[in-house]
């Protein structure tokens, strides 16, 4: 196991998302945050109270589980654990940020991307991650990535945030 | 899992798994596209022996809610009146490459019978006097979103114990999530040996209703099933009602916030009263609006079992 991220450097890279995110824009009260269970949730979190302190507006945050639109169902021995979808505002016509900890074959971001038109049309989605691991299957990217990190297949990556851990690391595992 | 043939060996971790995913599937059925692809390209067949109306178009619409293709199978229209034996339909249906039956049937135990010659995924809309699991995981599903917790819960059920399988697939299932259930029923429908044939020590026996119903948290009333009563279990009807129906003055011998349950169909005044049956306690409607949500739970915790892969994110 090998700590690649402590605690200061994922402060650090929120931090510099939330300003690139706060920059680009061009009506801040379009901004909407939605993170994907779990580890997108707890940083999309994050990257609210940073923007909103950037911006001076609310914005609004929401979660999203993507079980109901996996591809791999019918290939897995049991049923993914279903996580709560939490949205309370209508994304139609908002400029949504996609947020999940770790973008790996892109999969998860199609799952996501398919969820989300099934609850409106937004104006634009954008996607920001905190660690990009490469081996993508499907031609997605992220705008907003935290770092980028080569792997090999048969690592594991892990977001191990203080919501859930106790502390902010991110480390990788040979299998 | 592959099939869902019963409550009785339904693990207590399978069951939480099933109520915690209903919820999700709830929100799905309120927005305004009312449909996820988690189960496209998949067929499911409703065989129904049994008239059902309710049970039948549940699952038809959480299949349905799943993008599933459905085929409905009921018996006036099929060949099981020419002849056909059980296990021929079976081999029939199977060469269309199906993936789920979903089966009702006046016999206890076909179910079972079917999961063991079949590839197929078998869910179990109610076998004879034997077991109507996917009632009784709606029921647990809607005493959690009321009262926040099964555990430690006094739960009546009232009334046709002896014949109704929903009764007997709720005793299981609440039993197993920690509730304290009460039977409550005239003794002819609701004999001594019966407690003993559940093998659960908490199980209390009421054969006055006013006794079973004090300080109770559910109360689950039963159909009663005048399909059955040839061998006269009580005099009348109406003496039934006087008896044994919920009335707003027995109502109020159970908790103030108890909450009334009813699988349907209802005989209001044999029963149960109108007042009751409509009035703020009752649960009754939410129950048919969580049925569509377990069913389609109740289809994704099936997963066919494929070879498997591991937990892959990304």
């Keep these: 196991m090998k700590v690649i991220l402590g605690a200061e450097e994922i402060e650090r890279i929120l931090s510099r998302i939330a300003h690139e995110i706060a920059e680009k824009g061009r009506r801040a009260e379009d901004l909407c945050l939605i993170g994907i269970q779990r580890g997108g949730v707890y940083l999309a979190r ?22 109901f639109y996996r591809d791999d169902l019918s290939i897995r021995k049991e049923a993914p654990q279903v996580r709560k979808t939490d949205i309370s505002f209508d994304i139609t016509g908002k400029r949504v940020i996609l947020i999940d900890d770790v973008l790996f ?7 996501a991307l398919d969820a989300l038109m099934d609850m409106g049309r937004p104006a634009e989605i954008e ?32 977001v191990r945030l203080v919501e859930e851990s106790g502390k902010d690391e991110v480390v990788i595992i040979k299998e | 899992m592959k099939h869902l043939l019963g409550t009785k060996d339904l693990s207590k971790e399978m069951i939480k798994k099933i109520l915690s995913s209903a919820g999700a599937f709830k929100d799905v059925l309120r927005r305004d596209i009312k449909k996820v692809p988690t189960l496209r390209g998949k067929t499911v067949v409703n065989l129904f022996f049994e008239p059902s109306t309710r049970t039948r178009t549940s699952f038809e619409l959480a299949e349905k809610r799943m993008s599933m293709d459905v085929l409905n199978f009921s018996v006036p229209a099929s060949a099981v009146v020419k002849g056909e034996s059980l296990l021929d339909t079976i081999r029939t249906i199977e060469s ?38 996917t009632q009784a995981l709606l029921d647990a599903f809607t005493i959690l979103e009321k009262k926040g917790r099964i555990e430690g819960l006094d739960i009546a059920i009232v009334g046709d114990i002896l014949h109704s399988r929903v009764a007997r697939s709720n005793i299981y299932c609440l039993s197993k999530l920690g509730a304290r259930l009460r039977l409550i029923g005239p003794p002819t429908l609701l004999p001594p040996a019966l407690k003993e044939a559940f093998g659960i020590s908490e199980l209390k026996v009421f054969y006055r209703i006013e006794e079973g119903l004090e300080g109770a948290d559910v109360i689950m009333m039963l159909r009663l099933q005048k399909e059955r009563q040839i061998r006269g279990f009580f005099p009348s009807e109406g003496e039934y009602f006087r008896f044994w129906g919920l ?21 209001r005044g044999i029963e149960i009263s109108t007042e009751v049956a409509d009035g703020p306690q009752s649960a009754i409607l939410e129950q048919v609006t969580n049925g569509i949500a377990i069913r389609m739970a109740v289809l994704y915790a099936l997963q066919t079992e494929a070879q498997g892969v591991g937990e892959s994110s990304g």
């Design chain 1, 105 to 111: 074959t892109g999969r998860s971001i199609r799952a």
């Design chain 1, 127 to 158: 996607l920001a991650v905190l660690i990009d691991r490469g081996h993508r299957e499907l031609p997605i990217c992220a705008q907003y990535v935290g770092r980028n990190v080569p792997t090999s297949r048969d690592e594991r990556v892990e």
């Design chain 2, 247 to 267: 009335t707003p003055e027995r109502l109020r011998l159970a908790k103030p916030d108890a909450i009334v349950m009813h699988p349907g169909p209802m005989n």
């Design chain 2, 96 to 133: 269309y490459e199906i993936d789920y039956i979903v089966i009702r049937h006046q016999s206890s135990g076909v179910p079972h019978f079917i999961a063991k010659h079949t590839k197929a995924s078998v869910i179990n809309a109610g076998d004879g006097m034997n077991e109507h699991p």
């Design chain 1, 46 to 67: 994050r990257l609210q109270r940073l923007l909103e302190g950037i911006l001076k507006v609310p914005v609004p945050v929401g979660s999203l589980d993507i079980s």
